[in-house]
């Protein structure tokens, strides 16, 4: 099925539904790459007629702007992948899961004291093959409740309510079906010494 979300009930979710990772962390590096970029423009400009050391250290900040550009281009390259056929975590390398290898699956919401809140996707195995296979263990996770065992960190939202994790459920919601056991808001425990 293909079409556009929406808020509204007539609303058809694509087949799979997208989801772009690190919106926040792309748009801080191209600020930071831009910043760097125009001050090494700057001092170079200044310094033409300066020491060696001041033409060094702008062309260290232009280079340093072209990594952090650069690095932006990287960053968008990172999706996740909800469907009919299950959860894909990087579209590039077609790492499914299937929904046959998912028991339950769900949302886990921790507000942090700094930084904004956090989202994964959390999932249960249903096979027992699912926990041994290799490309997986990277998601391996132990202080999530039983049964779930792996985790997917999902686009971070901006506000204590995100359109992207909305979209995040509400694919979770159709494709998952009874698997799906929602979303779970936590807080972090602040320790004081």
């Known amino acids: 099925m293909s079409g556009q979300y929406s808020d509204s009930p007539q609303g058809v979710l694509p087949d799979?539904?997208?989801?772009?990772?690190?919106?926040?962390t792309q748009v801080a590096m191209a600020a930071t790459g831009l910043l760097l970029f125009f001050s090494g423009i700057a001092i170079v400009s200044v310094t033409a007629e300066g020491t060696v050391a001041d033409l060094l250290i702008g062309g260290m900040f232009l280079l340093l702007g072209l990594l952090f550009l650069g690095g932006t281009v990287a960053v968008r390259s990172r999706f996740i992948a909800i469907g009919s056929e299950g959860i894909n975590w990087h579209v590039r390398n077609d790492r499914w899961i299937g929904w046959n290898e998912i028991s339950a699956v769900g949302i886990t919401w921790v507000t942090a004291p700094r930084g904004g809140p956090f989202v994964?996707?959390?999932?249960?195995?249903?096979?027992?093959?699912?926990p041994q296979r290799p490309d997986?263990?990277?998601?391996?996770i132990r202080d999530e409740p039983p049964p779930y065992t792996h985790r997917i960190q999902a686009p971070r939202p901006f506000l204590l309510s995100s359109p992207t994790t909305d979209l995040t459920a509400a694919a979770l919601q159709r494709y998952a079906g009874p698997r799906y056991t929602g979303v779970e808001r936590r807080f972090p425990i602040r320790r004081h010494s």
């Open 16 to 24: 799979p539904v997208v989801l772009r990772m690190a919106t926040a």
């Open 120 to 130: 994964w996707i959390r999932i249960a195995g249903s096979v027992p093959g699912l």
């Open 136 to 140: 997986l263990d990277r998601l391996r």
